[in-house]
């Protein structure tokens, strides 16, 4: 094992030496499997950001030479021994971090929520909400129902107008101090606030404002960046990133002073596929995360990204917040079958190639159609029937357990 830990110590130095940025990756990732405690591997991601923030050619040297310093220790330092009472440390950890989070730590508790706005007869109405440490929970609803409003009085920018609203992991004696409580609550807007300078420097600074200094406010903006995938773009402006990028910073941000509450609104309303689902694994990996769980709240129209994702659904119209429970379990008590399809007909030669296959309802929304059988009745038979009717089918996709089928309960 030693000859092998080596050569491979030896070919990571090689490529820091030719590709020192994807070298010093190779070297986080040997750290975290090989070194003799958990600081190595913190050592290596500073001495990566080292390298990367340098701009004299002798300031570059010295970080790569710190690279290659780490590399050699991990071998000089390894000891099978210590390595498995790391991991079984860790695994401990682990194992005791998911007790703490099983059933979960409620991270906020929302109960009989009302605000009314006069001026245009609207009202939000919310009976009961849990958010809980190390969950996703997906909102979901009409456009103009609420969303925002909800999003704000949670985290703490408006008051409702009466219910009850408590923090048990932050404030257990229900008394809401909101300066100390805004410190654990992280608010990511639609409309993303405009900031100046670096990405870096922002990174630095929210850090600081949260009262992370000195050598831990290297260590927190080092670890945020290489968890989400910065590194790259930490000397880029506002203008100089992509929507996902600008997002990614905006969670970054949120982040870096360790919240334990991220509330997220329509995070994937701009962004193309690819960034929408790295952005949704993101979200995944920090709610489970087992250095830093935490509790997100996200809105968003794309439900089906939504639901892979999510723990809890909640559903929103008009103002009345619906809570739908369990991801899993949605669809479970159901009484039909419900099927959405794309296929070049005229909805009246749709209607009336159906004629002969068993349905309930059939019903259009401009872009695809949707059928709904009785439970017995499979998509299989239905994409079998069309088939034989030598219909090419251009979309097809299975809703009964989907939080879509809300959106049309008249027909069901």
């Known amino acids: 094992m030693s000859e092998q ?5 030896t070919s990571i130095i090689e490529i820091l030496r030719r590709q020192p940025e994807r070298g010093a990756d190779l070297l986080i990732d040997f750290a975290q499997q090989y070194g003799a405690d958990a600081q190595v591997e913190d050592d290596a991601i500073i001495a990566k950001l080292h390298w990367m923030l340098a701009e004299e050619e002798s300031e570059k040297k010295q970080a790569l030479q710190a690279l290659e310093a780490i590399t050699t220790e991990i071998v000089r330092k390894y000891n099978p021994k210590a390595l498995q009472e790391r991991q079984a440390k860790e695994t401990a950890l682990a194992e005791a971090a998911k007790k703490l989070i ?15 706005y006069s001026n245009s007869n609207f009202t939000l109405e919310l009976d009961h909400l849990e958010l809980r440490l190390g969950e996703i929970t997906g909102l979901v609803g009409e456009n103009a129902t609420g969303k925002t409003t909800l999003f704000r009085i949670l985290s703490g920018d408006l008051a409702p107008d009466s219910g009850v609203l408590q923090f048990p992991l932050f404030a257990p004696r229900n ?8 410190t654990k609550i992280a608010y990511v807007p639609q409309e993303l606030p405009i900031w100046l300078g670096s990405l870096e420097e922002n ?12 050598e831990a406010n290297q260590k927190a903006v080092a670890y945020i960046i290489q968890r989400l995938g910065l590194a790259a773009h930490l000397d880029k402006s506002w203008a ?11 969670l970054a941000k949120a982040l870096v002073w360790n919240a334990q509450l991220l509330i997220i609104d329509e995070p994937l309303a ?6 929408q689902l790295i952005v ?22 794309h439900l089906h990204e939504i639901e892979a994702v999510a723990d809890q659904m909640l559903f929103m119209r008009n103002g009345q917040l619906e809570h739908l429970g369990r991801t899993r379990d949605w669809g479970k008590e159901r009484t039909v079958n419900v099927f959405e399809f794309s296929l070049p007909l005229a909805f009246a030669e749709l209607s009336a190639l159906l004629e002969g296959f068993p349905h309930l309802k059939l019903w259009n929304n401009g872009m695809s159609s949707f059928i709904s059988t009785s439970l017995d009745v499979s998509g299989q038979e239905l994409l079998q029937f ?11 996709r299975d809703i009964s357990r989907s939080v879509k089928t809300k959106f049309y309960e008249e027909y069901l």
């Open 5 to 9: 830990l080596q050569q491979r110590a």
């Open 102 to 116: 099983s059933p979960n730590n409620v991270v906020l508790r929302a109960e009989n929520i009302r605000k009314r």
């Open 175 to 182: 008394k809401l101090f909101w300066p100390e409580l805004k």
């Open 203 to 214: 990174l630095r600074f929210e850090a600081a404002l949260h009262g992370i200094k000195g």
């Open 240 to 250: 100089e990133l992509s929507g996902g990028y600008k997002l990614r910073f905006a």
């Open 270 to 275: 701009f962004l193309d596929v690819k960034t």
């Open 280 to 301: 949704l694994n993101d979200l995944k990996n920090l709610a489970s995360s087992l250095r830093h769980p935490i509790a997100i709240i996200v809105s968003s129209q």
């Open 386 to 396: 069309l088939a034989k009717k030598q219909v090419s089918v251009s979309y097809f």
